[in-house]
């Protein structure tokens, strides 16, 4: 592990124990060095049933935080017979629902704002001597900018799956299983790729914010397998070679539609075929006829 001087404070955490909660009042039970209660009050606004795991943590600077950890209650899970498919990308979320009506969710990357301030502030910063005077100045600036990315990437993530949770009639949102480990091993993808799934791993924590923001209003979301969801024609299933930057699906059976839509709509026949809801699946079919895009009424997943 990296070496921490004596400046470095160590996130104190307590398990179950170690704390006591009570009037909306949680004291701990480590001794201050001028035997001042470890005291602290919790704003009305916020109420626990009970409380997990509590940590103290230091930020950049000289302020302290409280982190607790409790158990929020869920609503009941209620299947209202409205199913909505997303094909999870890095500039944006296509989403199809099962009147067959597509959606677009633009993904806002504000770090790529910073990736040049950033790479700008380290190479200047690395050829200055360490812990000079500029040195340390630099440094501070590249913590800050670098905090700034992550916190504002985090945030138009919290954004926007509460804007999809929100807006979303359909009480089941399904999406595909990322693995990340898998994709992060071939050597044909992009760099951004490999930034979105390994260094920040947004599009894995976006799957998160959304499972547990459905859950805590009486929605679901379900992960299926998306293997070649990307590579199959939806109308008559054929598999085509599609490399990233090929964004258009063009098949020999007519059918002309742009890559994450179709992806979109084999997860979702795949979704309903595979759980045997062949009238629901029937349903979706016409609707997507309605639109010009023809399917078969029968499913081809099973």
């Avoid at 006591?20 to 035997?35: D, N, V």
């Avoid at 606004?45 to 509590?54: G, V």
């Avoid at 992009?190 to 998160?208: D, E, P």
Wanted: a positive charge; one cysteine or more.
């Amino acid at each position: 592990p990296k070496f921490k001087g004596k400046k470095y404070f160590t996130t104190m955490v307590y398990n179950q124990s170690g704390f006591k909660h009570e009037k909306g009042f949680i004291e701990l039970s480590h001794k201050h060095p001028a035997k001042t209660k470890l005291l602290f009050k919790i704003p009305n606004k916020f109420f626990f049933e009970k409380i997990y795991q509590i940590a103290i943590y230091k930020k950049e600077g000289k302020d302290f935080y409280l982190s607790i950890i409790y158990q929020k209650p869920e609503l009941e899970y209620k299947d209202n017979k409205l199913y909505q498919a997303f094909d999870l990308g890095v500039t944006k979320h296509t989403a199809v629902n099962s009147k067959g009506k597509f959606i677009e969710f633009i993904s806002k990357r504000p770090d790529r704002y910073w990736e040049d301030k950033i790479q700008k502030a380290q190479s200047r910063r690395d050829h200055c001597k360490k812990k000079s005077r500029r040195w340390n100045l630099l440094n501070k600036n590249l913590k800050l900018m670098k905090r700034k990315s992550a916190n504002q990437l985090k945030d138009s993530q919290h954004k926007l799956s509460r804007k999809i949770v929100d807006n979303t009639k359909a009480n089941t949102i399904i999406i595909g299983k990322l693995e990340t480990k898998k994709l992060s091993q071939k050597n044909k993808y992009a760099k951004g790729l490999h930034k979105s799934l390994q260094n920040t791993g947004n599009i894995s924590r976006f799957v998160r914010f959304l499972i547990y923001k459905t859950k805590l209003i009486g929605k679901r979301t379900i992960e299926i397998n998306e293997r070649g969801t990307s590579k199959k024609c939806c109308v008559c299933g054929r598999k085509h070679k599609m490399p990233l930057y090929k964004r258009t699906m063009i098949c020999d059976c007519g059918n002309l539609l742009d890559r994450d839509k179709n992806s979109t709509v084999n997860i979702m026949s795949k979704f309903l075929s595979q759980n045997g809801m062949w009238t629901s699946y029937q349903q979706f079919a016409g609707n997507l006829r309605k639109t010009g895009l023809v399917i078969d009424i029968m499913p081809r997943y099973s």
